[in-house]
């Protein structure tokens, strides 16, 4: 039994997210202690309940300490199955932190996972469902992993009610050396909004917020505009960088009190920032690519702009359930990551 201590580093809920996700996977159980002790409301949230509901579910685990507000769960897993599968968060929950949950281990299932998600598509401290689509899936493909995702409809804070549509397709994954992000092509991206925030155009300046801001740069973008029927008013626009070797994202989302045209530029400044390092891959996908990177069964080099505190920590998990040797090396603008099998 693998005991890992829940308030860790960061001491958030990706802590428990990736234990339970590598447990599934390896066919190991594990026990997660203190989760997320030193936050405001610690232990489970909703969303925890539903990615480790859902895991449960996929790979036959008996689990223990499943409630709201458990600091403590234990998660033995069986035999991962294929299938369909439809998950109701029942709040603004981030579905993509529940497909976080779920990526890695259905790699070791006999067939396709179809997943039905209904919670918050875009909704803070997350990654957004347009960020997984257009960023962490295509840099997924590049060592080895399939999946395919749908926004059926948008759902933002507080009520959620969104739905996404997913087949994880999984695939065998072989380690890569991404060092560097390749000369620009395009930027493109995608500024959305509730469609009761229509008639004061808050997608189309959010758009103009960015392109404000990225018309400085000397890389061709295009930006477009999308309204849809939403439980709650809200918005947010994703961006990302099309380059010869990699893709690099950003987001921002609307908030009360924030003009829609900062939404544009916060999200078109991390974007640049991100590019101007010369890392293959942005700040926020360097943890996430980690667990599939540790699997993949060799020596794998990845460049990031700087070391976050949930990459520091998705390496510490993950070292609780294989022998990796990691290596950490900063340079002037960019960080190398190299993550290989202890001999």
Known sequence: ??????????????ILRTAVAMAAYLGTPCKIKEIRKGRPKPGLRAQ????????A???????EGLQLGSLEVTFKPGKIRAGQLRIDIGTAGAIGLILQ???LPTIKSPSPLQLNIVGGTDVPWAPTIGYLIEVT???LEKIGYRAEMKIIKRGYFPR?????SAQLKGGTLFPVKLLDRGNVLVIKGRSHASQLLKDRRVAERQREGATNILKRSPFPYDIEVEYRDTLSPGSGIDLWAQ?????????????RGKRAEEVGAEAASALLRQIDSGAALDEWMGDQILPFLAVSGGEAIITVPRITDHLRTNLWVIGHFLPITSRI?????RVFITISPSS
């Open 137 to 139: 899936l295509p840099l």
């Open 101 to 103: 949950t779920l990526m």
């Open 329 to 333: 090396t900063e340079e002037k603008n």
């Open 243 to 255: 380059t010869g070797q990699t893709v690099l994202g950003s987001n921002a989302l609307g908030a």
């Open 160 to 164: 959620g009610g969104g739905e996404v």
């Open 48 to 55: 925890h309940l539903a990615g480790v509901q859902a895991l």
């Open 1 to 14: 039994m693998i005991e890992i201590d829940g308030s860790y580093g960061e001491g958030g809920g990706q």
């Open 57 to 63: 579910e996929v790979c036959h685990a008996e689990v």
